[in-house]
């Protein structure tokens, strides 16, 4: 599974898995951006404990 994410025309941020592309979740810019700050601070981190580190993956921000 991945998540897509992007920027719509009306600058909210659109996020769906790949396996479910028909299901869209839209968020703001500003809870999109805390979302990812959490993530790269480790706050979900307990969520992934029994998977693959992903140290190896770029997050572009």
Do not use: C, N
């Not at 599974?1 to 592309?21: F, H, K």
């Not at 404990?49 to 992903?54: I, M, Q, S």
């Amino acid at each position: 599974m991945s998540l897509e994410a992007t920027v719509g025309d009306d600058g909210m941020i659109y996020i769906r898995e790949t396996e479910q592309p028909d299901v869209v979740a839209v968020t703001t810019p500003a809870k999109w951006e805390a979302f990812v700050k959490g993530v790269m601070a480790g706050e979900f981190d307990h969520f992934a404990e029994d998977r693959a580190p992903y140290a190896d993956h770029e997050v572009e921000v």
